[in-house]
């Protein structure tokens, strides 16, 4: 069981789609790295952390609330580029989980944004990382959905594999 849930997680490792009529889209980038959950977590677990694991930001400060809790929000500093602003809608250190929004409007080429990061332990000394979002195009016809999908995935692939390699 565990092999099969491992490769099926593993053949999700970059799935996007867009959807719905409502012009909802959806981003996904899930991996697998070679450590505890626990490791993994310890690394994205701060909601004022992200500058420290990923390479696209250079700051990541509670503006308001206090830091992993519910209702915290967060500026966050693109490098070299503009800053915008995060709500903490959960965070759930026993399942190693936390959702969050950015708050419009926002210089990023989306609106209704909506993400969930979670770490769980496949095995000993294997793990899975899966970062997801939900959000409508607001590129004003620069980016087509296409090109959105593509942008955000691969900001979570910058940020996923700078973990991994935090962890070696």
Known sequence: MKKFLR????????????????GKLNSYFSTNIDAPASRIWDIVKDYD??????????????????????????????????????????????????TYRVIDP?????????????VMQLEPGVSNVTWRSSYQNNSNGEMSDVEVIDFLNGVYKAGLEQVRGMVR
């Open 49 to 98: 952390g992200l500058d420290v694991w990923h390479p696209v930001f250079s700051g990541a400060d509670i503006k308001s609330g206090t830091n992993n809790e519910v209702g915290a929000v967060r500026t966050l500093t693109i490098k070299d580029g503009p800053s915008f602003d995060e709500e903490l809608l959960a965070w759930d250190g026993y399942n190693r989980t936390f």
């Open 106 to 118: 926002a210089p990023i080429p989306v609106k209704n944004y909506r993400s969930t990061m979670t």
């Open 7 to 22: 490769l099926a997680l593993a053949s999700l490792a970059v799935l996007s789609f867009s959807a719905h009529a409502d």
